[in-house]
């Protein structure tokens, strides 16, 4: 109902181990919400977070290495006030590591991350081709941003041919995720 109970909660439910809140412990610090901003303590407890299971934690700790000025901005959804930009230095082969290890343990965001680290040349030679294969597998765990990737891949073209059938497969897919319907 209110911040502090929100803050109490979460360091409760991180204290005693739940994933999910540790995890969250982690955005907090990341962005400076409700606590004080400590990319140190965030990358702590995304640490933990995955050491706990928390696969999403992967794609969460990754980031902090892998700043991007188009998806590093964290806002305040409810007042649209920039939280944080570029969290942390930049270290393109630790967060590689970092989404590789997520990709193993059946992290969704994660594939789609390091696919989107091949499109851009983001610490690899830029591959299109190489993309297309992580947004592949982030559309197989229904990754809604992975199913939209992958369909702009296909209905552009990048890989040779524009394949219209399989851009608008994708795009629906993207579609039917409650990420586009909100």
Same mark, same amino acid.
């Given at each position: ?24 412990? #982690? ?26 299971? /928390? ?6 700790? #990754? !980031? ?5 000025? @188009? ?35 059946? /992290?969704?965001? /994660?594939?789609? &991350?390091? #696919?989107?680290?091949?499109?851009? $040349?983001? $610490?690899?030679? &830029?591959?299109? !081709? ?12 229904? !990754?809604?941003? $992975? /199913? ?8 552009? #073209? ?5 394949? @219209? ?18």
């Amino acid at each position: 109902k209110d911040d502090n109970s929100i803050l109490r909660c979460v360091k409760e439910g991180a204290k005693v181990g739940h994933p999910m809140c540790i995890e969250w412990m #982690g955005e907090l610090y990341r962005d400076g919400y409700l606590v004080q901003k400590s990319t140190l303590l965030a990358d702590q407890y995304f640490r933990l977070a995955t050491m706990a299971g /928390c696969v999403a934690a992967y794609y969460q700790w #990754g !980031n902090m290495y892998n700043p991007r000025d @188009d998806y590093d901005m964290y806002v305040d959804r409810s007042g649209g006030t920039l939280l944080s930009t570029q969290v942390h230095r930049t270290d393109y082969a630790k967060a590689m590591s970092i989404f590789q290890e997520g990709l193993k343990r059946g /992290c969704a965001l /994660c594939p789609n &991350a390091i #696919g989107d680290m091949y499109a851009r $040349g983001l $610490g690899v030679k &830029a591959d299109i !081709n190489e993309a297309a294969k992580y947004f592949a597998i982030a559309a197989e765990r229904k !990754n809604e941003v $992975g /199913c939209l990737n992958l369909a702009l891949y296909f209905y552009n #073209g990048w890989g040779g041919e524009r394949d @219209d059938e399989l851009a608008y497969k994708y795009f629906i897919a993207a579609e039917t995720d409650s990420f586009f319907r909100s």
